[in-house]
């Protein structure tokens, strides 16, 4: 981690085609790349929902990533994210997909 580069933490919410079309896995895939931790579940309303842990800038690549491109298949309409703060020390092991 670069020095004064604290840890985040930000929840997310993604809304469009993201059930039925990998969105979960290839979520896990690319914070497991950027080295991040978490969380990823479908809702009942149609939307796949979360939260990501780890330095800054990596944080910031996996948003811009639900933004604009998430799985081959999925269609993003939008994403939200919200509860974003800066941490101390990492509240996850891993990056789950939970069910």
Do not use: C
């Amino acid at each position: 981690m670069a020095d004064g580069e604290g840890l985040l933490s930000v929840d997310y919410e993604v809304y469009g085609k993201v059930q039925g079309v990998f969105f979960r896995k290839h979520t896990q895939g690319e914070a497991k790349r950027l080295g991040l931790v978490g969380w990823v579940r479908n809702t009942s309303h149609g939307t796949v929902q979360g939260q990501i842990q780890g330095p800054t800038a990596r944080v910031q690549e996996l948003q811009e990533w639900l933004r604009k491109i998430g799985s081959p298949q999925s269609r993003i309409s939008r994403a939200e994210f919200s509860n974003e703060k800066k941490i101390e020390a990492l509240e996850h092991k891993e990056f789950q997909i939970l069910k």
